[in-house]
């Protein structure tokens, strides 16, 4: 009975065990082809512009080597050469007994790095590289067939190029001061009306929180055109401003999202303080707003993010003003420009998204818990 | 008994018998003062526009010619509803747009979610931040990474299903993922899986509070994983199912991005992509018709909220309120 039992358990044991290797398997698959994307763009933006352009280019990257020779420059090709009985031919032989040089195969023939010199079409002279003295190879056969010799070049300079090319520190200058700027403004000005509305009597308060929940699912397009008119006609448009001064009159999420917070703090502080004399601002200040902290972090976060990655306001109010583009504006026109080289546009890309990245990766844990405080707690 | 005490206490104080009524006032006046700036910030950036915007659509103004302002009445709105085909099926392209990627991204959303939720699964967080990550990518940029990998010469997919799969995929002749308008939906619907981290986040919050009693329960009276799915976990999660959907909803009325920076909204291919954030852009921005534009945004408005309507209406039939009797 007792020796059933354990048998039971250890099988129980051996398929866990099993399932966990699956599953955990089965979960690393679905997260490499769900990146997959990324590890494209990384190594796209490492690649020549000339491998881009080349049929029959490796995917990872790497340049196509060439041959200094008389002062003149080589391609450098893969020659397979073997004898008819698909044999390699040691180098050196004589150029007659050659046969077509597809008969080598993967094994069967030697290659040669040679590089091309003189090109026919059914022939061509080489001269090989690592011994350039013994003069000019004469080999039969199409030299379109054969292949570059390709090996792996990363182009690290490419970053450079994109950074300077997309005018890389003014974006981010504008897009840090913009994402800086409001965040502050906005989590500040949504704390004090998220204190306002947890703390407060406030007539209609329920009619009135009802009506900042329902900003949050307003479509922008709605209250836009207005607003641009407004915009345009006291010169707003082509500068900043309309994007910023906005952020100073808080928000719907963030308001929520404190207020959410801020109802989960004992009263008991406050009462105290108070009972010691503090006014309402003075409370909020110096009682409030220290016990909040993750929250404050969390708005801050979820603002900062949704800064760096706005779109459709900058697009819209700064058109036509390419010193004041912000970066994903600004990657939209340089991708405008230089669409056929998709190395830049996917150095470029990175670019944008390694600061959000790196932000994201040290405040995950505040970030994530964040995001279910809003999103379950409904 | 409680409750009832806590509503109509001020700050916790035990309720006096005769209302303080002076500093009942001094409270409100200070909770007036703390919701100004929003009190201000409605007025301004949402209540005046939002009737403005009415205002508009009753004019005709386009912004290369500001002096020209003409009321035209109900002009603008007989164009979108008769005249303009354009609006009607721009319409149409953003519900059948919806009808493939809100399902699709909601049930990616919940198998990412009951993935990382499963016990058997070792290293899950750091799999779930890397599920996360790609939502950190500006819109731009991911849409610029996935243009390159989709692309039907030089991108992985093809390439990948071609050697793998042994189908012809690459070249003029393969799939053509954003050139072909049968194809262009489920192109955008795979883009949009990069943003699942949200949504993952969220369901996998609403999974780990189901009690494990119902589980225990179901596996005693012999359930197995597909029954214990769509009879306990499903139902249980459906509010955060329905908070999803209401944010993919209003999202999808104003889904511009990945059109505008893929084909500059020009609607490519063959219009499919006109959606109809992309032709109120069209007729605002590059057009500068904001009059008409803004009879459009009052129609994205409108149809909003009826979808709103009809999904909170819909609720009562499928969500499940823990809180709620039977």
């Known amino acids: 009975m007792v020796n059933k039992l354990n048998e039971l358990r250890s099988s129980k044991k051996v398929r866990e065990g099993f399932n966990g290797f699956a599953l955990t398997s089965f979960g690393i698959l679905v997260v490499a082809i769900f990146l997959m994307p990324l590890v494209y763009g990384i190594v796209t933006s490492l690649k020549t512009d000339n491998q881009i352009t080349t049929l029959g280019a ?116 504008n897009t840090l001061v913009y994402a800086l700027i409001t965040t502050v403004a906005v989590v500040g000005s949504s704390a004090l009306v998220a204190y306002g509305f947890a703390r407060y009597p406030i007539p209609y308060k329920n009619v009135l929180f009802m009506i900042v929940i329902a900003t949050i699912i307003l479509p922008g397009a709605v209250t836009l055109i207005p607003q641009y008119a407004v915009f345009n006609q006291i010169g707003w448009v082509g500068t900043w401003l309309p994007l910023i001064v906005p952020a100073f009159f808080a928000n719907g999420y963030n308001i929520f999202l404190l207020r959410q917070f801020f109802m989960s703090i004992p009263k008991e502080m406050e009462e105290a303080a108070m009972i010691d004399g503090a006014g309402p601002m003075r409370t909020f200040v110096s009682v409030i707003l220290p016990q909040s902290v993750p929250a404050l972090v969390a708005a801050s976060l979820f603002h900062f993010f949704f800064a760096w990655n706005h779109f459709f306001e900058p697009l819209v109010y700064l058109a036509g003003s390419p010193d004041k583009y912000p970066i994903t504006v600004g990657l939209t026109a340089f991708n405008n420009l230089y669409s056929q080289q998709t190395n830049l546009i996917q150095a470029a890309s990175l670019i944008s998204a390694i600061i959000p990245l790196i932000v994201f990766f040290f405040a995950q844990r505040v970030f994530l818990q964040g995001i279910v405080f809003t999103g379950v707690d409904k | ?302 149809v909003g909220i009826a979808l709103t309507i009809a999904l909170f209406g819909s609720a009562r039939y499928w969500v499940y309120y823990s809180g709620s009797e039977d």
């Open chain 2, 1 to 302: 008994m409680t409750t009832a005490i806590g509503r109509k206490t001020i700050l916790g104080f035990p309720r006096q018998r005769k209302p303080n009524s002076s500093l009942l006032r001094y409270r409100q006046k200070w909770g007036w003062i703390f919701i100004t700036p929003w009190l201000i910030g409605f007025s301004l950036f949402y209540f005046l526009p939002m009737v403005a915007s009415f205002g508009f659509s009753l004019v005709s103004f386009n912004l290369a010619t500001p002096d020209q302002i003409e009321f035209v009445g109900a002009d603008n709105w007989r164009r979108a509803f008769v005249d303009d085909p354009e609006v009607l099926a721009s319409f149409i392209k953003t519900f059948r747009f919806s009808a493939i990627t809100l399902p699709a991204g909601m049930i990616f959303a919940i198998f990412v979610a009951l993935l990382m939720n499963s016990k058997h699964v070792h290293g899950k967080i750091f799999m779930r931040t890397l599920f996360y990550a790609p939502v950190m990518i500006p819109g731009v940029a991911a849409t610029l990474i996935w243009s390159g990998v989709l692309n039907e010469q030089t991108g992985w997919v093809n390439m990948l299903l071609q050697n793998i799969f042994g189908i012809q995929a690459v070249g003029v002749e393969g799939i053509r993922w954003l050139q072909n308008p049968q194809l262009i939906y489920y192109t955008y619907t795979l883009m949009g899986f990069w943003g699942v981290g949200n949504a993952m986040i969220i369901i996998l919050a609403g999974l780990q509070g189901v009690p494990t009693e119902l589980y225990e329960a179901a596996e005693i009276d012999g359930a197995n994983y597909w029954q214990r799915l769509f009879k306990i976990t499903l139902p249980m999660i459906s509010p955060v199912i329905f908070y999803n959907l209401i944010i993919g909803v209003i999202g999808l009325m104003q889904y511009f991005l990945v059109p505008y920076v893929l084909n500059g909204g020009d609607g490519s291919p063959q219009g499919a992509t006109r959606f109809i954030a992309v032709w109120f852009y069209k007729q605002s921005f590059a057009f500068f018709n904001m009059g008409y534009g803004a009879t459009i945004a009052w129609m994205i408005f409108l």
């Open chain 1, 58 to 173: 490796p995917w990872w990257p790497a340049s196509a080597r060439t041959f200094e020779y008389d002062g003149r420059t080589y391609d450098i090709f893969r020659v397979v050469e073997c004898d008819a009985d698909d044999n390699p031919i040691p180098w050196g032989h004589d150029a007659d007994s050659l046969t077509t040089p597809d008969c080598g195969g993967l094994f069967g023939g030697a290659v040669y790095n040679w590089a091309l010199v003189n090109r026919q079409r059914e022939s061509a002279e080489f001269i090989d590289p690592d011994n350039p003295e013994a003069g000019l190879i004469t080999w039969q056969g199409r030299w379109r067939t054969l292949e570059r010799d390709w090996v792996f070049d990363a182009q690290w300079s490419n970053y450079l190029k994109a950074w300077d090319t997309i005018k890389f520190p003014r974006l981010l200058a």
